[in-house]
């Protein structure tokens, strides 16, 4: 079988420690989770978790099977790439004198939709939200000029199909 991107989601009470046993799953099949994120969910209680990795089907099926053993986990679902919406979101820190001696950077600005979020004496700091390679494009182009931090979230994603979780959800916060 051949490895390809998933986007796991996993439905779950918020309790401590879930976290680490999720990714004590992957460690065990050494599986390398690319990003993560844990928010809300759309229902009260309820954390979604984000999980990105590079693996074969074969694989992924046996981790969200091993993910939905954990007590606290309500349901867990993975999806292609093809099959959700996502994005990430990146900062980068550069020089300020770069912002006005150097045009190619308001350039690289424009050109890729990212938009600055403070400017101080010393420095300046551009957001930039996209999915995974417009991001690696704009590190490319501005790592010539010297990026002095660079930070990138984990993935967020929705599916594009309507997902059954709602209503199981829904019962679960009735109980």
Do not use: C
Request: charged residues 25%.
């Amino acid at each position: 079988m051949e490895k390809e991107w998933f986007t796991i989601s996993v439905y779950s009470e918020n309790n401590v420690g879930l976290l680490n046993r999720i990714s004590g799953i992957f460690l065990k099949r050494h599986i390398n989770i690319e990003s993560l994120n844990v928010s809300k969910s759309e229902i009260d209680n309820v954390s979604k978790f984000t999980i990105v990795v590079y693996t074969t089907q074969k694989w992924v099926l046996n981790i969200v099977g091993q993910i939905e053993k954990q007590i606290e986990v309500i349901k867990a679902f993975y999806h292609t790439d093809d099959e959700t919406i996502y994005q990430e979101s990146a900062l980068f820190k550069i020089k300020s004198d770069l912002l006005f001696d150097e045009r190619q950077i308001q350039n690289i600005i424009k050109d890729s939709n990212s938009q600055i979020v403070t400017v101080a004496r010393d420095f300046f700091v551009i957001a930039k939200s996209g999915r995974r390679n417009e991001i690696e494009e704009m590190y490319n182009q501005l790592k010539p000029f010297g990026i002095m931090q660079f930070v990138r979230s984990g993935r967020i994603s929705v599916s594009k199909e309507q997902m059954n979780i709602t209503a199981l959800l829904q019962e679960f916060q009735e109980k």
